[in-house]
């Protein structure tokens, strides 16, 4: 009598074992092409060796360390928080809050470059070589160069408002290169997850921010995170606008709107590409996204210039070394501007910046736009890539 057959199963022999799969589970031969070949982060590290060796040279080995090298965060101070002791315990820790200690070597810096220009001809001093305050209410904590140890949990006030935020801290150097002043009106273009956004409320200088992203679920994971760091009455005082937009359109709608706008745009987010593999755009379902990534950022750009109005600025950031998602999106959006729209753009000068900032970043050399400034990874932060512009008429 023929035995009887079980056909929803299939053997699979692996290594002198012998494993049953239901056969909705099997991958035939013939479907191999759709497997992935390599993983993500194998395809992103290689795409990254093949073109930052090149960009890069010789920096690029100890940047592909610290890529590769566990992350490290900051702890961005909450000052809407009443939770007592908070600064004082993350300093006992041995934690230092890298704005202010730098912001006091940068008092010092101006002073002499102050005494140095005092003699010249008023027609002769450049202003994008005088550099503009940046806010002391900000407060981002790090634990010193070497130091790898984690931050705690934040605790929450009476109130339930946590005490403090964790981000990269390379993340807040475009929030204080944008230079909020009191009674600006702010535009952060493409805001979730939120860390940003909510730096910049720390200046207390927003009259309103509007807060915007596309996606739907990073639009709400934004709202949550508003709602952990800031008191409802906060909210509730009509001072933030949160939408889930395309950003693209906004530059039209909101036309010289705003003082500042933050262009912090959707890129291949490099640390995260090269490590994670979970939502990870070097995914080959991802293939065609990632195509078309500076096409995306160049428009939202555009867009954010377009919202600024004169004299305002505009800072665009990404945390990606690509050249073609950070100086040839800047070039291409001034181009459009100017050619397109009748809008001359000036890119600011940020030498000042990087100088302040060199005990706790590196700085890549300049590339090839004016005085753009390329942070690169330094004590396992970063990469952050920001450019600064003022939009002239």
């Known amino acids: 009598m023929a035995a009887s057959v079980l056909t929803r199963f299939c053997i699979n022999k692996s290594k002198g074992s012998i494993r049953f799969i239901q056969r909705r589970y099997r991958v035939k031969t013939k479907w191999a092409a759709t497997r992935p070949t390599f993983p993500a982060t194998e395809l992103a590290l290689h795409n990254f060796d093949t073109s930052y060796s090149i960009q890069l040279r010789d920096l690029w080995p100890s940047i592909r360390v610290a890529m590769l090298s566990e992350q490290k965060y900051g702890a961005l101070i909450n000052s809407f928080s009443s939770a007592p002791n908070v600064i004082t315990e993350l300093e006992a820790q041995g934690c230092k809050d890298f704005i202010s200690i730098d912001c006091t070597r940068n008092e010092v810096h101006q002073s002499s470059l102050d005494s140095m220009t005092s003699h010249r001809d008023s027609a002769e001093l450049d202003p994008a070589a005088l550099q503009p305050s940046m806010s002391p209410d900000i407060k981002c904590l790090v634990f010193p160069k070497g130091d790898i140890s984690r931050f705690n949990p934040a605790r929450p006030d009476s109130s339930g408002i946590l005490g403090y935020y964790l981000l990269d801290a390379a993340s807040v150097l475009p929030v204080l290169a944008l230079d909020v002043q009191p009674g600006h009106t702010v535009l952060d273009l493409c805001a979730a997850p939120g860390g940003k956004t909510l730096a910049l409320l720390q200046t207390h200088s927003v009259n309103h921010l509007w807060a915007n992203d596309l996606s739907g679920s990073r639009t709400m994971r934004l709202r949550r995170t508003l709602q952990s760091y800031l008191p409802k009455e906060f909210l509730e005082e009509n001072k933030i606008h949160i939408t889930s937009t395309d950003g693209r359109q906004l530059g039209m709608t909101e036309e010289k709107s705003f003082e500042r706008v933050l262009v912090d745009v959707p890129c291949t987010t490099d640390r995260h590409s090269a490590m994670v593999e979970e939502n990870n755009i070097f995914k ?108 002239m008429n």
């Open 284 to 391: 080959r379902s991802r293939t065609k996204e990632r195509q078309k990534l500076p096409l995306l950022q160049t428009q939202l750009l555009l867009a954010g210039i377009q919202a600024t109005r004169g004299g305002g600025n505009i800072v665009y950031s990404t945390c990606s070394l690509s050249q073609l998602q950070n100086e040839c999106v800047v070039q291409k959006a001034i181009s459009l501007a100017q050619r397109e729209l009748g809008i001359t753009v000036q890119v600011q000068d940020l030498r000042w910046f990087a100088q302040c900032f060199s005990d706790t970043f590196h700085f890549a050399p300049q590339l090839s736009v004016g005085e753009l400034v390329l942070p690169h990874l330094c004590a396992n932060f970063g990469p952050i890539y920001m450019c600064k512009l003022q939009r």
